[in-house]
């Protein structure tokens, strides 16, 4: 099923990847993953089947033992040039507390070398794509949770990637907050057209971001199943509550719930 060939124009590719920690602990085995440019999928599963992991990967933050992996068809070391910058939102917002809002956005500018006056307009380009123009200047202690995550989501997007990656950025936020970040994220996709690839433990969520869920196992972690998501085009509340979305959700619940029976049972 998930025996996909090399695809030079795809953004990611990951070919019978394994990740082996120091201390033996398997992370990953046998990863095989394609994921065209353009697409938005979830990589969805239990605690300890190796979806954070292979975020890293894609970050270049972790390195595959074995296996190989390419970014647009090339190494990780053509990542940042053009059409193929990339980046990443973590599990915390992880802001500056002594910096504003503004100066926590531009610092991925600032430390490329961007010119200040574009870095600025780059910046409120961001912060309005986030629902935030009115708080460039306060710092994060003055913002609720979900505001600090909205701005580090416009942090990432300050550099306008191609490729963005998020590691269940909105999973300590109560629901209402979640389901309208969720939304916009859905609603930036879309306008920016790049590419997004969303760790979550949430059924429900995978189900509405995404175009295509990757379902993983834990003990070894690896990728079990992907399942497109089809129907409505636009999400809304309506799509949370309609047959199909209620019937990806099951598919993807007796996806999860076969591959714990069957992890249990190899141990």
């Known amino acids: 099923m998930n025996a996909n060939p090399p695809d ?17 602990t398997v992370a990953l085995e046998d990863a095989r993953l394609t994921i065209p440019q353009g697409d938005f999928v979830s990589l969805l599963g239990p605690s300890g089947c190796g979806k954070s992991t292979l975020l890293k990967m894609f970050a270049g933050i972790e390195t595959p033992t074995h296996g190989h992996m ?20 973590f599990q915390e917002a992880t802001l500056m507390p002594w910096a504003s809002i503004a100066d926590n956005v531009r610092l991925p500018l600032d430390l490329a070398g961007v010119p200040r006056r574009d870095a600025d307009a780059r910046v409120a380009d961001a912060l309005a794509n986030v629902g935030l123009e009115n708080f460039g200047k306060v710092r994060p202690r003055e913002l609720s949770g979900g505001m600090q995550m909205r701005a580090s989501l416009a942090r990432a997007l ?42 979550t433990h949430s059924i429900y969520e995978s189900v509405y971001l995404s175009e295509r869920v990757v379902v993983m196992q834990a003990r070894p972690g ?4 992907e399942v497109a998501i089809d129907g409505a085009a636009e999400r809304d509340d309506a799509y949370r509550v309609s047959a199909p979305f209620m019937q990806h959700c099951k598919t993807l619940s007796d996806l999860i719930s076969d591959a714990h029976h069957t992890s249990l049972g190899a141990h």
Do not use: C, H
Not at 8 to 24: C, E, F, P, T, W
Not at 70 to 89: E, H, I, K, L, N
Not at 168 to 191: C, H, I, M, Q, V
């Open 70 to 89: 390419r970014w647009w068809g090339q190494p990780f070391d053509t990542v940042g040039s053009a059409g193929r910058r990339m980046s990443m939102v």
């Open 158 to 199: 300050v550099t306008e990637p191609d490729l963005l990656l998020l590691d269940e950025p909105f999973g300590a936020l109560d629901e209402f907050t979640r389901n309208k970040l969720d939304s916009d994220l859905r609603t930036l996709w879309k306008k920016r057209g790049m590419t997004v690839v969303f760790v």
């Open 8 to 24: 030079a124009a795809a953004a990611l590719s990951v070919q019978r990847v394994d990740k082996i920690y120091a201390n033996g």
């Open 222 to 225: 690896r990728v079990i199943a």
